[in-house]
């Protein structure tokens, strides 16, 4: 293949802006952002899992609080039926006596134990409540946090993406000034070699594989004509030579 030696050194400079491409998708990729997203979520998920069994605990508590309540009040309401029927004189026998005031002392005692059970309760849904409260806080500092986060990576990412669209266009517009062949193989090349395509000769040196050419290789580049497109024998990228490359 032939071309310019001025195109092959230019091709040089389409070489410079794709590494610049690949360097801006792999900060795109690799924002911090993006794990600190990931994290976040991760916690705020575990949080509304927390939040979500605080809060059916309240609810529970609340439910058996007022079921106890419920207990307490007709234990009181049949003590007080009991107790009625003792003050009204009606009940006139000895044993019939006993027996109602046996049941309204066992009622009063049933009456304390449930009042103790529901004190007990009371305490476990204000625990409840408190640490609903405090997850549902945790909970929104953590979105919070997110959002805040989210807004860092979109703004990172219109400014890459900016940078990025400044850079094809650049690129496109110096490729369209390249014979349509050399391009084709270059696209070609960089496709199978990591992104590089071409590379420049420096000091005898390769500077796509890094490996210096041997005597017998730099002797045919530099027999070769400036118009040749030659290629490196180690990796098989385009070889651009300029004044630096020591031939």
């Known amino acids: 293949m032939k071309a310019a030696p001025a195109d092959q050194i230019r091709l040089l400079d389409v070489q410079a ?3 610049r491409l690949t360097q801006l998708a792999h900060r795109r990729e690799n924002l911090p952002e993006h794990a600190e997203i990931r994290s976040l979520d991760g916690e705020i998920a575990q949080q509304r899992d927390l939040l979500v069994a605080a809060q059916t605990e309240e609810s529970d508590t609340a439910r058996e609080q007022t079921k106890a309540e419920q207990d307490v009040e007709q234990v009181r309401q049949r003590a007080a039926r009991d107790q009625q029927r003792l003050d009204s004189g009606l009940v006139t026998s000895p044993k019939d006596l006993e027996s109602l005031q046996s049941e309204i002392a066992s009622l009063a005692k ?3 134990d449930l009042e103790t059970i529901v004190l007990e309760i009371m305490e476990r849904q204000e625990a409840a409540q408190a640490r609903a409260k405090e997850l549902a806080a945790k909970l929104e500092e953590l979105e919070a ?3 805040q986060t989210a807004e860092r990576r979109d703004a990172a990412l219109r400014e890459i993406d900016a940078e990025a669209g400044t850079v094809r266009e650049e690129r496109a517009e110096l490729a369209a000034t390249l014979p349509a062949d050399l391009v084709a193989l270059y696209d070609k090349l960089r496709e199978q070699h990591g992104g590089v395509g071409a590379a420049r000769l420096y000091q005898r040196r390769c500077e796509g594989c890094r490996l210096e ?3 017998t290789e730099l002797g045919e580049v530099r027999s070769a004509d400036p118009d040749t497109v030659v290629r490196c024998e180690n990796c098989r990228r385009i070889l651009v030579r300029t004044p630096k ?3």
């Open 213 to 215: 050419l041997n005597i």
């Open 110 to 112: 049933r009456q304390d």
């Open 245 to 247: 490359s020591g031939l």
């Open 145 to 147: 946090k997110a959002g």
């Open 17 to 19: 802006l794709d590494v």
